[in-house]
């Protein structure tokens, strides 16, 4: 008996219903639910996931999912993580206008021209193809300028399959990602580096020069920030010292008592 309804249980898990989705989350109305995560369940049909109307977040990783329709009606959705499913038609989420993670690593998705329907999403900052750290990839990018268009085709997006291409910390990736094309390219011989006099350095002698602002709201930021710091410094030599007392005052009281006779 019991195994019948174990049995019942992973059937339902296939396709996403309303009582999978209140027992998950604890909400009697799909319409509250704000984030969601239905991670490696087995998922294939995507059920009334259209019906959680103000969903923020969602994780469906590691499904079964082909199918991506019932997506459509999910504006409000800001993170999205497809990662590891079967899923080669983006159709569905070009009507998610919210959209700034996307997460499609791990799937069957084959063309650029597959990626087309992304480019209406103006929030879009965030898209992961491909995921080194899980071995996850999608045959289009095998492409060998897969990576220059998919820039060209998304020119606001901050970082591709987890890579800043701009804003902060995208230089010092770019550098880092140099020094390893360079190991990479056999410059280095017998452990040491080739040496090469018509070469020059990657960025100025002042570039890891740490710069103050002269914003006076960003000075009295730091100033406070110092002077809190010093604060939690002085408060953690009285905790330790008072620590001190007392382990050594309860060590007193535990030592046997002696009597002279």
């Known amino acids: 008996m019991d195994l019948k309804r174990d049995k019942d249980q992973d059937a339902e898990c296939e396709k996403i219903t309303a009582v999978l989705l209140k027992s998950r989350t604890g909400e009697f109305d799909l319409e509250s639910i704000l984030f969601l995560k239905l991670r490696g369940l087995g998922i294939h ?6 019906e959680c109307m103000n969903l923020e ?36 989420l070009h009507s998610c206008d919210s959209l700034q993670n996307l997460n499609l690593a791990g799937n069957i998705i084959s063309s650029i021209e597959n990626l087309h329907c992304l480019q209406s999403l103006k929030k879009l900052e965030n ?32 970082a591709l399959d987890g890579e800043r291409v701009v804003g902060r910390g995208s230089e010092l990736y770019q550098l880092c990602k140099d020094i390893d094309d360079t190991i990479k390219a056999g410059l280095y011989k017998n452990g040491q580096l080739i040496e090469h006099p018509d070469c020059k350095p990657w960025v100025e002698d002042t570039y890891w020069e740490i710069k103050r602002s002269n914003n006076a709201i960003i000075e009295e930021a730091y100033k406070q920030f110092n002077d809190v710091l010093h604060e939690c410094r002085l408060l953690n030599n009285r905790a330790t010292h008072v620590i001190s007392q007392t382990e050594r005052s309860m060590s007193l009281k535990k030592q046997p008592k002696q009597y002279a006779i």
């Not at 049909?45 to 259209?50: A, P, Q, T, V």
């Not at 071995?135 to 998919?150: D, H, Q």
Request: glycine share 4%; with cysteine.
């Open 57 to 92: 977040r969602l994780d469906l990783s590691g499904n079964n999912i082909t199918n991506l329709a019932q997506l459509s009606s999910l504006r409000l959705l800001t993170v999205l993580n497809l990662s590891a499913n079967r899923i080669s038609n983006l159709e569905p």
């Open 127 to 158: 898209i992961r193809l491909k995921d080194n750290t899980y071995n996850y990839t999608n045959p289009v990018c095998r492409n060998a300028s897969y990576r220059l268009i998919v820039l060209e085709m998304f020119p606001t997006i901050k």
């Open 45 to 50: 049909d995507l059920g009334c996931i259209g």
